[in-house]
Every structure is written in C-alpha cells, then in structure tokens.
C-alpha cells in the first residue's frame, strides 16, 4: 500500500473549516483515500473515503486532487468534539482490507 | 444495531500469565481485524479473518500470540507469558465484504482493551 505524508498537528477555530492535507503521491489507480479519525481513549472512526471524485458526507467533505498525488479533509464547522488524530491511509490493493496507520494530524480546536 | 464490543475494557496482569482478550464484532460482518496501539505509538495491524480462517497473519509480533474466531463471530486473542512489551490497547475492527468477497476497508472499530502487564 502507498505510504502517506500529513502534518502531524492543526490548530482549528471553533467554528471555522478545518482543512487537514496529505500528501499520497505514490499512489495507484485502484487505490482508495480512506480518513479516519481517533478521539482520546476511543478506538477510531470511519469519516469517509473517495477515489478520485470529491465526496461529502454528513462529516465531513473530502477533495482530492486531478492527479490523485494529494488531499483534503474538510470539516466545514468544526467543534471542540472534533479535537481527535485524524488518519489518511491509501487502501485498496490488497486482498486483506487491512488498514496501515500512519502518524496522523493530531487536530486541536479551540474556543 | 450494537456495534463491534470488546472485553475486558481494562486488564492488569504479571509478567510471564496469559491472557485472553476477546471480540464482538457487528453481526453479519465476515471480515475481521486485531490493531495494537502501544503508548505513544501508531496502530498497528496484528491478524485479518475472514470468516473463521487468517489469511493474514503477518503483523503478530511473537509466537506468543495467536487468535482464532468461532462461528464466523467472537474472536479471541490469547497472549502466552506475557511481557510488559505487551502493554498497549488492543483493537478489533471487523467490516463487510464487497462484490468478489474482498473485504472494505470501511471498518468499525471497538473501543478497546487496555492491556497493562506488570
């Protein structure tokens, strides 16, 4: 699986966007960009995924660019209950559905 | 519905006992996934079932640890004698599969089980 590069932390106004990049430029054509995201002491969460279409959920939005070299996460009001470590992993060209965690952007939203 | 439970939530133990921790997963699920995530650490994935059989071993760190699942539902992880090494939360995870039998890599996951051995 591709390997990808975040920034390992944010500050994001209560209330404003938060925009969390990562890089993934190795990645392969029927690979996925999954974001997950792991609040204190609880195990992660699924936010949402795309392959080379832009996506919006009820969480959060995700673009990805024409080159599928990059992304970005989008929460579009964040609240101090979106203070978490957010993951993008690149996934898809195994059999296994096994995720590899990198490092993460540990978000902090602040009042 | 319940989502993916885990037991115990917490367990203290000695160096050199073994352990049992065990996973719920959601009903229906055919896929499922043990992480370990040591302190200050990534997670990191340890075994993949798929129904009762573990294609995908290849991220248990010893022969000290081994799972199995029953029924295509409740999976065990067992560690013999163990270290303080060991001391991490252990996640389970399990997902659907799409067309063609692969499992997604939409998992949920369960909240853990903190495991600190002395």
């Known amino acids: 699986d591709a390997k990808t590069t975040q920034p390992p932390s944010m500050d994001c106004a209560e209330g404003r966007a938060a925009n969390l990049p990562c890089n993934h430029s190795?990645?392969?054509?029927?690979?996925?960009v999954y974001w997950y995201r792991q609040i204190h002491s609880q195990g992660p969460q699924y936010i949402i995924h795309?392959?080379?279409n832009n996506e919006t959920n009820e969480m959060a939005s995700l673009i990805i660019t024409e080159d599928r070299k990059s992304s970005t996460l989008i929460l579009p009001h964040a609240t101090l209950r979106d203070t978490a470590v957010y993951y993008c992993?690149?996934?898809?060209?195994?059999?296994?559905?096994?995720?590899?965690f990198g490092q993460g952007t540990t978000l902090q939203v602040k009042p | 519905g319940a989502g993916v439970s885990q037991s115990p939530s917490n367990k203290v133990t000695e160096k050199g006992k073994d352990v049992e921790l065990r996973c719920d997963p959601i009903?229906?699920?055919?896929?499922l996934y043990w992480y370990r995530q040591s302190l200050g650490q990534g997670l990191e994935f340890l075994i993949y079932?798929?129904?009762?059989?573990?294609?995908?071993k290849s991220g248990l760190p010893s022969d000290r640890f081994s799972a199995e699942r029953t029924g295509g539902s409740v999976s065990t992880l067992t560690i013999q004698r163990t270290q303080q090494e060991d001391s991490a939360v252990y996640l389970c995870?399990?997902?659907?599969?799409?067309?063609?039998?692969?499992?997604?890599?939409?998992?949920?996951f369960g909240p853990g089980t903190r495991l600190l051995v002395l």
């Open positions: 992993i690149v996934s898809g060209s195994s059999n296994t559905g096994k995720l590899i």
């Open positions: 009903s229906g699920h055919t896929a």
């Open positions: 995870a399990s997902s659907l599969e799409v067309a063609g039998g692969r499992p997604q890599e939409t998992q949920y």
């Open positions: 079932f798929q129904g009762n059989s573990a294609p995908d």
């Open positions: 795309g392959l080379k």
């Open positions: 190795t990645i392969s054509g029927n690979e996925y």
